[in-house]
């Protein structure tokens, strides 16, 4: 790969707070034009990363660049290569859309005409003009992520940081927040989220998930489908879901059970065929409706598992 292609670079990116690396060692790159998706548990350093890639934290270890420069020694550079809305959105609740956003284009562009044209292009590109007078304390939660994005890319970054920009939104405003986005990564702008919701990581090019601040799984959602578990993923339909994770949690192959409505997927901890096994355990319980069948895994899947799987093996280091 070009070097010019990558926009984001992250090598041994390390930051301890005291005793705690809440940021341990990552690497990974990121292309223009890449939507990027950084996952992880509450805790796992998602916001750690982006304060570091952002210049706003100065990591204890590693180096960091954005667009060619060289974040941690020169983090003042980057403030106008990047956007960045940050996890509490960070919006003055009694200022107006068109204030809050003016502000924001004030402070980057100076020009205080150019920033009132900047505004209402914004305004417009978001469809935020029939709200451009109401505060920003009345808006609904889908229209604060808007205004939220509006205020971050006054300046025309072509980079942008969101994290948890969807926390909390209903799932046509997510979607429609999606599409935004997507038109933007087409424009060629960079962009790096963290999210919680698992068909949100699904519409990424590249997802990073974090554990314990480590990287513990980076590539294409395809790829990190088939390759983090190294055992099967099975599907089980047809009886009680949750009669069929009683039955099957605890034996010795399986390594979790979740249920999904009327269905439950195990993943197991051995790479063999266990579709019969699986079968005779839920016969021996009288299930004998169920359905089992191997099974691709859903990123949720593999959330689970390598969280199952890294928490087992702290376990066993105690
Ligand atoms: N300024 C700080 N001082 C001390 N500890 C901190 C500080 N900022 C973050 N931490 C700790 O670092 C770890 C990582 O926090 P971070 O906010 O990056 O997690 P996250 O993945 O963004 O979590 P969430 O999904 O809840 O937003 C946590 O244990 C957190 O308590
Ligand atoms: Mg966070």
């Not at 429609?176 to 990581?201: K, S």
């Not at 099967?232 to 999904?260: C, D, H, M, R």
């Not at 099974?295 to 199952?308: A, G, K, L, R, T």
Request: proline share 4%.
């Amino acid at each position: 790969m070009a070097r010019s292609d990558i926009t984001i670079r992250a090598e041994g990116l390390t930051k301890r707070f005291g005793n705690l690396v809440a940021v341990d060692d990552v690497s990974f790159t990121v292309r223009q034009g890449e939507v990027f998706g950084l996952l992880g548990p509450n805790g796992a350093g998602k916001s750690t990363t982006i304060r570091m890639l952002c210049g706003i934290l100065k990591p204890t270890a590693g180096y960091a660049e954005i667009a060619g420069i060289n974040v941690v020694k020169t983090p003042e550079q980057v403030k106008r290569t990047i956007g960045y809305m940050s996890q509490r959105f960070g919006l003055y609740d009694d200022l107006t859309v068109r204030e809050n956003i003016l502000f924001y284009a004030r402070l980057y562009i100076g020009n205080w005409k150019k920033a009132a044209e900047r505004a209402n292009e914004v305004m417009e590109k978001l469809e935020l003009h029939s709200y451009a007078n109401t505060t920003a304390g009345q808006l609904s939660g889908g229209w604060r992520q808007r205004l939220a994005l509006a205020c971050a890319i006054t300046h025309k970054p072509p980079v942008l940081f969101l994290d948890e920009p969807t926390a909390g939104v209903d799932p046509l405003s997510r979607r429609m927040f999606w599409d935004i986005l997507y038109d933007m990564a087409a424009e060629g702008v960079t962009l790096f989220v963290t999210t919680h919701y698992m068909e949100e990581a699904e519409r990424c090019d590249t997802i990073g998930f974090l554990w314990h601040g480590k990287l513990a799984a980076l590539g294409s959602p395809e790829k990190i489908k088939k390759t983090s578990i190294p055992a099967g993923v099975y599907t089980i339909k047809g009886v009680s879901p949750a009669e069929v994770v009683n039955t099957l949690k605890g034996l010795p192959f399986v390594a979790e059970t979740s249920q999904y409505g009327s269905e439950v997927h195990v993943i197991t901890n051995i790479p063999e065929d266990v579709t019969h096994k699986i079968r005779e355990q839920l016969m021996a319980m009288g299930l004998n409706q169920a359905r089992v069948a191997p099974s691709v895994p859903s990123i949720e899947d593999v959330f689970m598992y390598i969280s199952h799987e890294k928490a087992n093996n702290i376990k066993q280091n105690e």
